[in-house]
Every structure is written in structure tokens, then in C-alpha cells.
């Protein structure tokens, strides 16, 4: 989820559901440690609870950007092991790590000394021509002797050569077996499974046998589905009677972005599938690609393409 789930999308996604927990875009151990800190990290008190998603392979290094991470307020520390593109792996970081599960677990082994919040693992069911049998059960053994409170699991391979990362989003079959299998060899475990998740039906299903679903693109391009969160799986009441509602109590946030002198496109971006499948929803598009672009796009413009859409219940989605 680079270059989506930034600070503005999870508050926007946060005006959706209070109790899923939201997580940042992958950041690497040195850009943690000399890069743009508050830009790269800083968050708003509205997004607990916040995990910060790591990127790196040094023990020692990785144990520093966890302490700066738990400083600064997240609610967990997440080491990605998941990601499959050409740049992760030039960093010896990302998915390529799936291949050294005894490095993993120093790496979870150091952070853990380090932070006094939860420290978890996404990772991928093995990469290439490893056994997703072997693989993933010798990178969650690491783990867990290191002390892991957690394991998110990509119910994929990753192919590190010959696909890119979106083919590898899409390519290798999804085994959600396999991560259930896991569960079961290791029921003290807290899992949690990725890859695949279009909509709650989906992630119930899988609830069935996992103790979590992590729902990544499906919750950025329809985020209409995150006001079924709360009442659906935690049985609470959603934030917002509905996505109107809830574009009015982000109205606040947005005001006061604007007036730090952000422009309105870097917020509303986020918020373009919001209302897919109702009439209108390809003018809000429209008008907000167009005007919030402007310098002076300010809340009216937001408020105008919200107006082009109508309050009739959506359209239904073809399966």
C-alpha cells in the first residue's frame, strides 16, 4: 500500500470504523532513522489504533525504528516480510526474507527488547520453488521463539522473479488453507490472513478459521465497505449512519488540513471510490479529479461533488 495508505486515508478511513486497526505504508529502517521523521511517521490522534509497518533487516536497526515508532505513540510494530518488489529486495528486506526465517526472528527478537507495544509479522506464504509447507512453518517457528505477537499472512507466494508486485497481487492461487493450517499446528498464535479480501462476506469466511483478515486495496477503492465493520464483525454501531454522514464528520480534519496550507486533492484522493455504485459517483469523481486539484479547492468544492451523487440506496455489484 505504498503511496495510499498515508496519514489523510487513515483518518478518513477511521470516520468509517472506530475499532479496525489501521496501518501505515511499509517505511524503511533508514528512513525512519535519517529521513523526514514527522512526514514519513507523524499521525493523527483519531487513528488509534495504528500500526507502524517496518521495512528493514538489521536487528539493530530495525530495534532503533521500533523504540522511535512506540515514542511517538503507535499502537504496534509490524516487520513487513510480504513485499515482492525489485527495490525491497535490493534492501535484503520485504519477501526476499522469507528464505532467512532465523534472521526474522533476530530481527522480532530484537524489537521486542525494544518496545513495549506488540511486535508483529506480515508475511507471504513462501516465495519461488519453496515448499509453502516448509517455508511457512520454519518462518513462524522463528518468530514465535523470538517472542512475535502476531503473524499476518499473504495467503500467496511471491514470485521474485518474473512478476512484478501487482502480478504477484494477483498471479499466484490464494491458499488460505495453508494459513489455517498454521492456526491450527499453532492455536497459541494470534493469525491473521491477507490477499484476496473483497468484501465482508469474504473476510467472515475466513474469520471461521483465523482469529483476523487484513483487507488492503478492497478497503482503499470501495471504502463504503468499512461502515459495515463495527456493526458486522464487532457488533458496535458504525461511526457514521452512512457515507454522507461520515464525509460530514471528516469535514474537520479536511478544514483543518487546508488551513495548514495542504491543498485538498492530497485528501480527498483518498476518498474517490467512496461512493461507487451509486448514480453520481462517477461525477463526484469527475469533479473532484478536476477542481480539488485547484490551489483554491477548498470544502465547497468537496461539498459541490458530493452534491452530484444521489442519497438512493447503491446499485447492486455484479459478483
Not at 241 to 264: H, N, Q, S
Request: with cysteine.
Amino acid at each position: 500500500m505504498m503511496d495510499w495508505t498515508d496519514r489523510h486515508c487513515r483518518a478518513f478511513h477511521r470516520s468509517l470504523s472506530a475499532r479496525a486497526r489501521l496501518y501505515t505504508e511499509m517505511v524503511t529502517t533508514g528512513a525512519v532513522l535519517h529521513g523526514p521523521r514527522e512526514r514519513l511517521l507523524g499521525f493523527a490522534a483519531v487513528e488509534h489504533p495504528v500500526a507502524v509497518q517496518l521495512g528493514g533487516s538489521d536487528p539493530g536497526e530495525l530495534a532503533q525504528a521500533a523504540r522511535i515508532a512506540a515514542d511517538l505513540g503507535y499502537d504496534e510494530v509490524n516487520l513487513n516480510v510480504g513485499c515482492p518488489s525489485d527495490r525491497v529486495q535490493e534492501g535484503r528486506f520485504g519477501a526476499c526474507l522469507m528464505r532467512e526465517p532465523a534472521l526474522v526472528g533476530d530481527c522480532v527478537a530484537a524489537m521486542k527488547a525494544a518496545v513495549p507495544v506488540p511486535v508483529t509479522v506480515k508475511c507471504r506464504i513462501g516465495v519461488d520453488d519453496q515448499d509453502p509447507e516448509a517455508a511457512l512453518d520454519a518462518l513462524a517457528d522463528a518468530v514465535v521463539a523470538a517472542g512475535v505477537d502476531g503473524l499476518i499472512v499473504h495467503a500467496r507466494k511471491a514470485w521474485l522473479q518474473g512478476l512484478s508486485p501487482k502480478e504477484n497481487r494477483d498471479v499466484p492461487p490464494l491458499d488460505y488453507g495453508r494459513a489455517a493450517r498454521l492456526k491450527r499446528r499453532l492455536p497459541g498464535l494470534p493469525i491473521a490472513v491477507n490477499g484476496g479480501l473483497r468484501d465482508l462476506d469474504s473476510a467472515r469466511a475466513r474469520l471461521a478459521e483465523v482469529d483476523g483478515v487484513m483487507v488492503g486495496r478492497a478497503a482503499y477503492t470501495e471504502p463504503a465497505l468499512l461502515l459495515g465493520v463495527d456493526p458486522d464483525l464487532f457488533g458496535v454501531p458504525a461511526p457514521a449512519p452512512d457515507v454522507f454522514a461520515a464525509v460530514a464528520m471528516f469535514e474537520p480534519y479536511i478544514a483543518a488540513c487546508l488551513a495548514r496550507g495542504e491543498r485538498l486533492h492530497a485528501v480527498t484522493r483518498h476518498m474517490l471510490g467512496l461512493f461507487n455504485g451509486r448514480p453520481g459517483a462517477r461525477a463526484f469523481r469527475r469533479h473532484l479529479s478536476t477542481h480539488g486539484m485547484r490551489p483554491e479547492a477548498d470544502l465547497a468544492t468537496l461539498r459541490e461533488a458530493v452534491a452530484l451523487v444521489s442519497r438512493a440506496a447503491p446499485e447492486a455489484r455484479a459478483a
